[in-house]
């Protein structure tokens, strides 16, 4: 029943956004003028019909935008979170064109402390109403209405996976009617049919009610791609391609476009976003910068214990490596005696090492020894967050038993890391470090770094792995 209304209900959708859209400018509009005194020059509440044309414009430029953004777009294999992302680029971009318009024409005025009411609130109301509606359409597809047929093309171990997937998540509403392929008959244990071979598409198409094809086929069949596509395409069938290199393709990597030619990351890369390159890197000045002035009193009774207790320099400053692996000179404060380079730079610290000095173990185990990595945040060498630099002997030694070690070289390293606040510090597992340093460039956001820097303080500074 779902099925035959869809139409109907997609209308009655947007006329429900409509109304409450009307809702929140009007209830903006109470809550403005109830709750907040006059502005200078404003001698009583103006009428709500002066702000009428104002509420049409808004929802005209809403209709629009909706429909650019894809906001009534079909959601079946997303999440029901996605659309309080396209909701918030809808609603901006709909304040943004209608300030604009208001500003070129100067043909009306509103109040700024309305819109600054009304846009958290129809942003709250909205949003919730879409994932109430949603919710909806997903019980009444496990119920089993609102079903669209699907048809995979190849039988193989990826066409077999997502079918699984795919029938495993009701809530799209998608049934898999079969399988085409030329090589596979029969799939023991399997619900699913094999409809016949790749040749037969056509007749297939015609016969069945298919609403979407997916191809799943090898690299060794991609030959007849362009066959399937073209059927497809004649009768009016949405087509999608699981690429056979899906296994070395992160979910999150991102396809960019050249003059029509796609290019497909193998896993997501943050460096490439404005919030990592600018964002990330204000903030690095900002709390370096406020951290050096806090710790300079510090600063100055570490460096003279450090003078007092042992002969050497004050800093140890040793090669490290940073992002895409290239070398720069990483600071602490020195911990043990004076020692060659070749040394330092090719053994680990070993519990009871004779050379830590009496206040080099404090500083060890308090992470006091640190400090003086502000200064390569602050110059850029470094970040606050991020994987932990690494001495070039080890790397070396580390990518040639780990392939993906060189990985985590593609961002900034930094003073505490996602590994770090596990517990993955001194000495322990270099492949879990590994595995936590990948997750976090896979999932790096802003507010990941601040997590990572409370969960710093959190559980403390003191080292237990320091030796």
């Known amino acids: ?15 429900l956004d409509l109304s409450l859209f009307a809702c929140c400018f009007i209830a903006s509009y109470h809550i403005r003028f ?22 049409v414009l808004l929802l005209v430029l809403w209709i629009f935008v909706a429909q650019v953004f894809g906001l009534y777009a079909s959601k079946r294999i997303q999440t029901r979170w996605t659309d309080w992302r396209t909701l918030a680029m809808t609603l901006i971009f709909t304040l943004f064109l209608y300030t604009s318009v208001g500003f070129l024409f100067k043909s009306f005025d509103v109040s700024r402390l309305l819109l600054i009411i009304f846009t958290p609130l129809s942003y709250l109301v909205l949003g919730v109403w879409h994932h109430l509606f949603r919710s909806f359409l997903a019980d009444a597809r496990i119920r089993g209405y609102n079903k669209r047929n699907l048809l995979i093309i190849g039988a193989g171990a990826t066409a077999r996976r997502f079918a699984y997937e795919i029938t495993s998540h009701r809530e799209t509403g998608y049934q898999v009617v079969g399988f085409l392929d030329d090589k596979v008959v029969q799939i023991p244990e399997s619900p699913i049919p094999i409809l016949g071979k790749l040749a037969e598409i056509s007749a297939i198409l015609e016969s069945q009610m298919i609403d979407r094809v997916v191809v799943a086929l090898g690299m060794n069949e991609s030959r007849h791609l362009a066959k399937v596509v073209r059927e497809c395409e004649y009768a009016g069938i949405e087509v999608n391609i699981i690429p056979d290199l899906f296994q070395f393709i992160h979910p999150r990597a991102k396809v960019l476009n050249l003059n029509g030619i796609p ?14 390159v600018f964002l990330k890197r204000l903030f690095d000045i900002a709390f ?3 951290i050096l002035t806090l710790i300079s009193p510090l600063a100055l009774m570490i460096i003279l214990l450090i003078k007092l207790t042992s002969r050497g320099p004050i800093f140890f400053i040793q090669e490290r490596l940073g ?10 404060f020195r911990t043990m005696t004076f020692q060659t380079t070749a040394e330092s ?39 606050v967050v991020g994987p932990r630099p690494e001495r070039p002997y080890f790397a070396q030694k580390f990518r040639k038993n780990i392939p993906e070690y060189m990985i985590r070289h593609q961002v900034k390293t930094g ?10 510090r001194g000495d322990t597992s270099i492949e879990k470090r590994i595995q936590f340093d990948l997750y976090y460039i896979e999932n790096w956001s802003f507010s990941f770094d601040m997590r990572i820097i409370l969960l710093t303080f959190y559980k403390g500074l003191l080292n237990k792995n320091a030796y």
């Open 34 to 55: 109830a709750l907040f005194p006059l502005t200078a020059g404003m001698e009583k509440v103006p009428p709500l019909a002066l702000y009428v044309p104002n509420l």
């Open 288 to 290: 370096s910068l406020l």
């Open 1 to 15: 029943m779902l099925r035959e209304n869809s139409n109907y209900l997609k209308s009655l959708w947007r006329l």
């Open 345 to 383: 730079d090719t053994r680990w610290t070993r519990p009871n090492d004779d050379r830590v000095t009496l206040i080099g173990k404090f500083l060890r185990r308090t992470s006091l020894d640190e400090l003086p990595q502000f200064w390569n945040i602050l110059k850029g060498d470094m970040s």
């Open 415 to 424: 003073l505490t890391g996602w590994a770090q606040v596990n517990g993955l």
């Open 323 to 332: 992002t895409q692996g290239r070398p720069f000179n990483f600071f602490k």
């Open 263 to 276: 290019l497909i990351g193998v896993r997501p890369n943050p460096v490439d976003t404005w919030q990592y």
